[in-house]
């Protein structure tokens, strides 16, 4: 069965940095899109970073722009996601996502997989 473990994530400091990784196993195939998302209390999940699946190419939401940087090593099925300059309105459940096709998109209906979901603090 496929799973995405996540680790990292936790309580920070306004200013201060966290790092997400996610790790995908116990399937053949290769997760070629992979995303994170994030949910803050009261709202939808919505779209923070994608990464192609050679790692070439990024997006990210206005609001991280600059301050997040995605990256993979497909050797390992693993994607990380360093966050930077943390802000309180970046408090949220972030989730990694991941399915076969060839593309990621912005849209969480596309992934089938999902990891568990960690919750970031950040305290002003």
């Known amino acids: 069965q496929v799973q995405l473990v996540e680790s990292g994530g936790g309580l920070v400091q306004a200013g201060g940095s966290l790092r997400r990784s996610c790790a995908a196993s116990?399937?053949?195939?290769?997760?070629?899109?992979r995303g994170w998302f994030g949910q803050a209390p009261g709202k939808e999940r919505e779209f923070v970073s994608r990464?192609?699946?050679?790692?070439?190419?990024?997006d990210y939401a206005d609001s991280v722009k600059g301050r997040f940087t995605i990256s993979r090593d497909n050797a390992k099925n693993t994607v990380t996601l360093q966050m930077n300059s943390l802000i309180p309105e970046d408090t949220a459940v972030y989730y990694c996502?991941?399915?076969?096709?060839?593309?990621?998109?912005?849209?969480?209906?596309?992934?089938?997989?999902w990891g568990q979901g960690t919750q970031v603090t950040v305290s002003s």
């Open positions: 116990g399937g053949t195939f290769s997760m070629y899109a």
């Open positions: 990464i192609s699946r050679s790692g070439g190419t990024t």
């Open positions: 996502a991941g399915d076969g096709s060839w593309i990621a998109t912005r849209e969480s209906r596309q992934y089938d997989y």
